[in-house]
């Protein structure tokens, strides 16, 4: 069993930046992939980034490619996503994910899941 919680959400006005950070614990943790997803109201979850544990591969949406940087700390278990230049666009519910499988890109990769962190950009 893998426990994950997000942090560093809030607001922030558009053009501006929050980093967001997942923890991880668990009695082994080895995960294949790491990913960020977000929700917005009435939409469904969509991939933002991943980043392949073990060989620090990392993938982003278009919507987001040049403006949030993902990376992580495999000593301490944690994955993070800076996120630049912030759009209105960008508000949502932001988890993190950790997967077994491709496509990375996928809801149905992941098996663990955070709470969410909530992330609005005002304009």
Partial sequence: QVQ????????VQ???SLRLSCAASGRTFSPFVMGWFRQAPGKEREFVSAIIWSGGSTYYAGSVKGR???????AKNTVALQ?????PEDTAVYYCAVGETFPVV????????????????SS
């Avoid at 994950?4 to 607001?11: Q, Y």
């Avoid at 996928?106 to 950009?121: E, I, K």
């Fill in 14 to 16: 558009a053009g501006g």
């Fill in 106 to 121: 996928n809801v149905r990769s992941y098996r663990y899941w955070g709470q969410g962190t909530q992330v609005t950009v």
């Fill in 68 to 74: 949030f940087t993902i990376s992580r700390d495999n």
């Fill in 83 to 87: 996120m630049d230049s912030l759009k």
């Fill in 4 to 11: 994950l919680v997000e942090s560093g959400g809030g607001l």
